[in-house]
């Protein structure tokens, strides 16, 4: 086995291509090809399955992708702490985030620090960010409920309350706040599954003896602020995400109050990688000036 064929078998199955991993390598796409039919070759197991040129990872294929990520990920780990004596001047980050809202102050003042660092962020909800944190997609995650155990790094950033929200016109029968049982007799609009704002709400309703039905199952939360906005239903949020939309309400939702907590977090395995770490320490300066909500 050799270097080069694991990682033109890596790129391979993370650009999802050999033409891309050629690209990404900057090598031919025949080299790619060779390289990884090598592989295969020497070891006699099927990696990827080539049909109507598209590349599927075969089950064989999965397994060694998981080594790959690790191996790859901790020779990226060593060249950081290889070039430690550098300034941070370059590289990526990459966040995925249920709502960056709770991280763009920290963002703002990461770029006005490491404008050379180049910043992803992409929308998810706890579900999508813990697996892409596993995964080595991500490198910082925001997440709605804070994960268990010692795999993570987590920084608390506010804790608030779910709350409903509707169209400013919406007729509530003159009520302030909504009762589950009183939710349970109105059009729904609901994340999709995953989202820990839909499973605190229905741990709640729950408790309360309410099942709650839901009229519209919408992914993302931009897309139920949206289908709530045109009239169609409430929607749920923590207060903390609610915003300045002048085309919405706020409702308190009564009972004991559905706490949402926000978290920055990362795998402790790479919270001392130089841009992560950086993204760490402004978190915290910055938890330190102002206090939590809640």
Known sequence: MRYVQLRAFHYVAISGGFSRAASELLLTQPAISDQVRKLEEEYDTLLFNRQRKQVVLTEAGERL??????????????????????????GTLRIVADAAHHVLHIMGEFRR??????????????????????????????????PAGRD????????TPIVAFAAADFDLGGRKSLSFADLATMPLVIRERGSKTRKRLEDG???????????????GREAVREIVASGAGLGFVSEAEFG???????????????????????LSERSDAK????????????????????
């Not at 939309?245 to 009564?254: A, E, V």
């Not at 841009?275 to 809640?294: C, D, H, K, Q, T």
């Open 275 to 294: 841009a992560i770490r950086a993204f760490l320490g402004i978190a915290r300066e910055l938890a330190n000036r102002v206090p939590m909500s809640g």
């Open 65 to 90: 992708l998981a080594v790959t990520r690790r191996m790859f990920e901790m020779e990226n780990q060593a060249l950081e702490l290889l070039s430690e004596s550098r300034s941070l001047r370059a």
């Open 244 to 266: 300045n939309d002048g085309r919405l309400m706020r409702i308190p939702i009564s009972g004991p109050p559905m706490l949402m907590e926000e978290a920055l977090v990362c």
């Open 152 to 159: 993570f790094e987590i920084i608390t950033l506010n804790a």
């Open 205 to 219: 309703a729950a408790d309360a003896g309410i099942r709650l039905k839901y009229a519209i199952e919408a992914e």
């Open 113 to 146: 620090r490491y404008q050379g660092v180049h910043v992803t962020v992409r929308s998810g909800n706890t579900e999508t960010v813990i697996k892409s944190l596993f995964n080595y997609e991500a490198d910082i995650g925001v997440v709605g409920e804070v």
